[in-house]
């Protein structure tokens, strides 16, 4: 395996970073998980816009332009031969010294691994997953702008080992005042009286790429989609209710907080999206060359 490391591709034994990297000591910096299919890379585009916002906003200055980065992330798959996984693409304040002051960090460190990723069993995207309401919230807009993808995850793991304690599929994250903001590593939507409904981001919702390929897709089949604050009763009461990543792709919901949706099965809408991102990740993306 070849993982790109600051301009160079080399052996997974060498790709290294250091222990005073702040990336490591303190989770400052930005990354972005980006999916392949049939040799195309998925909304390279999108995902590139989103990381360059991640790190304007903790004030990280990337040391290569967008069409640099892209290129690294198209010769990073090229290097281990696939045409189909994941890639983890990650940018780090860089070594410094010990002392939280990014000043001490002169140069990024950026790094590109291209691998395999199954997120959930296959069986769950036929029967549906269960989901958990977690006690931890969706970090605050006063602590964190929620919209950076930033290495710092560490509520989502404590939600995410909640979920699991529990024996759910993802747990369902609430921001500070008690509305739905997300799943610790996906969008959420329910269909409502035949439309889409789906918190805002400024619910505490990160600004999904699949998310918004479902607003295509939602445009394209005439459906009605809102961004619009929801609470647990919108989801026990909801006709459908989905998931969206990069990683999960659209996976149904059938169950929250161990009360049924609906009829505790996949609904007709979720399985029709689910089948036209199918075709869209078969057929659109850049060419990995
Ligand atoms: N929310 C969180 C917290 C995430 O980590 C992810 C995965 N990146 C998502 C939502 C889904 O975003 P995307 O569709 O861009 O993968």
Redesign the pocket.
């Known amino acids: 395996m070849k993982i790109y490391l600051n301009g160079n591709l080399v052996p997974k034994e060498q790709a290294t970073v250091s222990v005073f990297d702040h990336g490591l000591l303190y989770g400052d910096g930005v990354f972005?998980?980006i999916r392949f299919y049939s040799g195309r890379v998925f909304r390279l585009d999108d995902?590139i816009d989103?990381l360059y916002r991640s790190a304007r906003a903790i004030a990280l200055s990337i040391p290569l332009d967008r069409d640099a980065m892209s290129q690294a992330v198209l010769d990073t798959i090229r290097a281990n031969g696939m045409s189909d996984g994941y890639v983890r693409l990650v940018v780090t304040r860089g070594e410094g010294s010990l002392g939280l002051s990014p000043k001490s960090c002169p140069t990024p460190t950026v790094f590109v691994i291209a691998a395999g990723i199954t997120l959930y069993p296959e069986e769950m995207y036929r029967n549906g997953l269960k989901l958990v309401t977690c006690s931890t919230r969706r970090i605050a807009h006063g602590a964190l702008s929620?919209m950076v993808?930033s290495l710092n995850?560490l509520n989502?793991i404590m939600a995410k080992i909640e979920a699991e304690q529990a024996g759910a599929g993802e747990g369902l994250m609430l921001n500070e005042q008690g509305y739905v903001a997300?799943?610790?590593?996906?969008?959420v939507f329910i269909v409502r009286d035949g439309r889409l409904v789906t918190p805002p981001i400024a619910a505490g919702?990160?600004?999904?790429?699949?998310?918004a390929v479902v607003f295509e897709l939602a445009r394209q089949l005439g459906i009605d989609i809102r961004e619009e604050d929801i609470t647990r009763y919108d989801i026990y009461t909801a006709d459908e209710c989905f998931l969206?990543?990069?990683?999960?792709e659209i996976i149904p919901v059938v169950e929250l907080d161990s009360r049924p949706i609906d009829d505790g099965k996949p609904g007709p809408l979720t399985l029709r999206l689910t089948e036209l991102f199918r075709e869209l990740t078969r057929t659109t993306g850049t060419p990995i060359g």
């Open positions: 972005e998980g995902h989103r929620p993808k995850y989502n997300e799943c610790t590593g996906d969008n919702a990160l600004a999904g790429v699949t998310r969206t990543g990069t990683a999960a």
